[in-house]
DNA sequence: CATCAGGGCCCTG
DNA sequence: CAGGGCCCTGAT
């Protein structure tokens, strides 16, 4: 394997998420799957990071309280970056990590839900967020399709060795997203290869609809939310699975619950009913109960989701385990 | 060993 | 609008 780009140049800037913020539960998913493009510790996270053509390495600090927050952001680069370059890139964080997003009024609606009352209590100042574009969302999206966590794992960990970019920085190597024009030039037998099975289409038709400019993520973010659903759904590869994970975290919709998948059946119904997850509850039914969350509906689904995987990290969860088949 | 279903999606009829 | 097929892989 060839030698990795070190990146030599760096900056260190602060932070301050909107109180309250609690930093591993905004930048650490215990539910997501492990990729090769970060690393998190309690209190640091380090996360490659293409912006406007140059990768980077990010590291975050945890410099403060849930009631103070303060980020230590420091910036792996190959050269200087220009303070254009920083104002740009510290807005597009701003704007994934979700770091000014208010919580006050979800906390006073439903603080004393009996149900997500406590979860609230426990994770108080966690947010949804997401590290990647929307291109890269997308590819992840597609290795998730019907594969069970390995596969994805490995299909993904392919993608970044052939495509991706391995960074040196802060004594850490980690793999960086490839510009879109990489996979464009690659063929469909080539990503075959790589074992994504029938995905290649779709990596393929995404890609190209990136590299067209058929799609621009940041018109997007201004459009309605059915409009951002159409023109997911029109991406060759992308269905109702895929755009609502989007539309929850790329485009910061609180409310985007509408799509239950069958294992999410399982635990939902295990969660909310304490059904067995063999003879689960019915998705009409469950949509039906997460209705009075309104218009914070997946914002409150994501509460109880992400506790309940943060409990399994601490000591294993009987009922979960065969639902999730490593 | 063989067969099968899956943390979707597309396409066909 | 229901249902078959698709790459692979692990489970049976």
Redesign the pocket.
């Known amino acids: 394997m060839s030698e990795p780009v070190r990146l030599e140049s760096r900056w260190t800037t602060e932070l301050f998420p909107k109180p309250p913020f609690n930093f591993d539960a905004t930048l650490h998913k215990p ?1 997501h ?1 492990p990729a090769a493009d970060n690393v998190w510790q309690p209190g640091v996270r380090w996360q490659t990071m293409l912006w406007q053509g140059k990768p980077l390495g990010l590291k975050f600090e945890d410099r403060g309280t849930v009631d103070e927050p303060r980020v230590a952001l420091t910036v792996w680069s190959q050269t200087k970056l220009s303070q254009p370059f920083r104002d740009t890139l510290l807005a597009e964080i701003e704007y994934r990590y979700n770091f000014q997003l208010d919580l006050a009024e979800f906390y006073r609606l439903f603080a004393g839900d009996p149900q997500l009352g406590p979860v609230i209590g426990r994770w108080r100042g966690m947010r949804p967020l997401n590290h990647n574009a929307l291109y890269e969302y997308l590819i992840i ?1 597609i290795v ?8 994805s794992v ?1 299909m993904m960990r392919a993608l970044f060795e052939h495509y991706g970019t391995r960074l040196g920085y802060d004594h850490k190597e980690l793999y960086c997203f490839w510009k879109p024009g990489i996979i464009d030039r690659a063929t469909e037998e080539e990503l ?1 290869a790589l ?5 290649a ?2 990596i393929k038709r995404v890609t190209e609809a990136f590299v067209r400019g058929e799609v621009d993520e940041f018109e997007l973010r201004s459009k309605s939310k059915e409009e951002q659903r159409e023109a997911l ?1 029109a ?9 609502w994970y989007i539309l929850f975290d790329v485009f910061h919709h609180l409310d985007a619950m509408d799509h239950i ?4 059946q399982k635990i939902y119904s295990k969660l909310f009913f304490d059904r067995d997850p063999d003879d689960p509850a019915g998705v009409d039914e469950l949509l039906k109960t997460f209705e009075r969350f309104g218009k914070y509906e997946m914002l409150a689904v994501h509460y109880i989701w992400e506790d309940l995987f943060w409990r399994r990290k601490h000591e294993p969860v009987a009922w979960l385990e065969k639902l ?3």
């Open positions: 539910d799957f999206a998730l399709q019907n594969a069970a966590v390995r596969r490995s075959r074992k994504v099975g029938y995905r289409k779709s759904l991406l060759y590869g992308i269905g109702p699975a895929s755009v998948s069958p294992w999410e999730i088949r490593l």
